[in-house]
Nanobody, 118 residues
Framework: VKLEESGGGVVQAGGSLRLSCMAS????????LSWYRQSPGKERELVAS????????RYADPVKGRFTISRDKDKNTVYLQMNNLAPEGTAGYFC????????????WGRGNQVTVSS
């Protein structure tokens, strides 16, 4: 299983970024794709998740109304559109794949840095 992330960078407060994560190396369709973030000295926290095939979506309270998670099932890619970014959003953002058919096996991407300047 491989997770390839892209889209991080530096943006001013109030700006937008879109993260992408392409998952490959498996054929299961019963899964969850999530974005987590981790700032220095803090624990990794869930930002948003989407399940397949149900397309159930969850957001962490701090990002509701500003971030949107979506999935292209044909490309096995999950996106995180981040709008109105705040300096508190500065963190490493990590893609996670969970495969329910494999005993909830969990796989992580290498992470993308997002820096929001004030």
């Amino acid at each position: 299983v491989k997770l390839e992330e892209s889209g991080g960078g530096v943006v001013q407060a109030g700006g937008s970024l879109r993260l992408s994560c392409m998952a490959s190396g498996f054929s299961y369709t019963d899964l969850a794709l999530s974005w987590y973030r981790q700032s220095p000295g803090k624990e990794r926290e869930l930002v948003a998740s989407i399940t397949a095939p149900e397309e159930t979506i969850r957001y962490a309270d701090p990002v509701k109304g500003r971030f949107t998670i979506s999935r292209d099932k044909d490309k096995n890619t999950v996106y995180l559109q981040m709008n109105n970014l705040a300096p508190e959003g500065t963190a490493g953002y990590f893609c996670q794949l969970r495969l329910w058919s494999l005993g909830s096996s969990t796989f992580w991407g290498r992470g993308n840095q997002v820096t929001v300047s004030s």
